[in-house]
C-alpha cells in the first residue's frame, strides 16, 4: 500500500472517528421541541395537594351519603342512593345525567340537564342536553369517570370527586376549569349495556 492510500486510510478512521463524536455530542443534547412549553406535570405531587383539599373539603361539607369510597387512586365516591346489579367493567357502555362543578367555588362548568345549564348560566343553544353515555376505559372521558363508575351500580346517584391528576390536569383550555381544579361531579347513573 502506497503512502498516499495509507494516509486517504487514516484520514478516513479520523473522519469517522470524529462525526461518530460529533453524532454522539448532538444526542446528548437536550431535543429543540416546539411543543415543550413547560416543565413535565407532576402528577404525584398534585395528587398529593388535592387529597389535602379534599379531605379539608369532606371534613366541612354537609354532604348526605349512604357511604363514601375513598379509592386509591385519590378518587372520592359519595353514593347517595345505592343502585342495583352489576358494577361496571372495561368495555361495558355508561349512561348518566350529571352536573359537574369545581370543588372549591362550587361553579357548575358543564351539565347534561338542561335546565341546570340555564340556572348556571351555561346553556348552549347547539348543545344537546340528553342522558351521556360513555364506554368505560375507551379513553373517550376524563380517567376520574372511569375510576368513580366502576365502583358504582346501575340506579345509583353519587357525587364523584376527582383530584386534577384524573381529571383536567393543568390544562388551561376551558374558561370554566382552571388548570389544576378538583372536579365534583353529581351522577345519577341511568344505567349499562
Known amino acids: 500500500m502506497s503512502k498516499m492510500g495509507l494516509r486517504n486510510r487514516m484520514g478516513m478512521k479520523k473522519l469517522s472517528l ?5 453524532g454522539f455530542a448532538l444526542a446528548s443534547c437536550e431535543p429543540t421541541n416546539p411543543f415543550n412549553t413547560g416543565p413535565k406535570y407532576d402528577s404525584e405531587a398534585n395528587l398529593a395537594i388535592d387529597r389535602v383539599k379534599i379531605n379539608e373539603f369532606l371534613a366541612k361539607a354537609e354532604i348526605d351519603s349512604l357511604y363514601r369510597i375513598h379509592d386509591p387512586s385519590g378518587v372520592v365516591v359519595i353514593v347517595q342512593k345505592e343502585g342495583n346489579g352489576s358494577r361496571p367493567t372495561s368495555g361495558s357502555i355508561v349512561y348518566t345525567d350529571y352536573t359537574g362543578s369545581l370543588m372549591e367555588t362550587g361553579s357548575v362548568f358543564d351539565t347534561s340537564i338542561e335546565s341546570v345549564a340555564r340556572d348556571n348560566n351555561i346553556y348552549v343553544e347547539a348543545n344537546k342536553y340528553v342522558t351521556f353515555s360513555f364506554l ?6 376524563i380517567t376520574g369517570w372511569d375510576i368513580g363508575f366502576r365502583r358504582l351500580r346501575p340506579g345509583s346517584k353519587a357525587k364523584i370527586i376527582i383530584p ?11 374558561e370554566r376549569i382552571p388548570p389544576n381544579s378538583i372536579l365534583v361531579f353529581d351522577v345519577n347513573f341511568r344505567g349499562i349495556d
Open 18 to 22: 470524529g462525526l461518530i463524536l460529533v
Open 136 to 141: 368505560v376505559g375507551g379513553g373517550n372521558v
Open 164 to 174: 386534577s391528576p384524573f381529571g383536567y390536569r393543568d390544562q388551561d383550555n376551558n
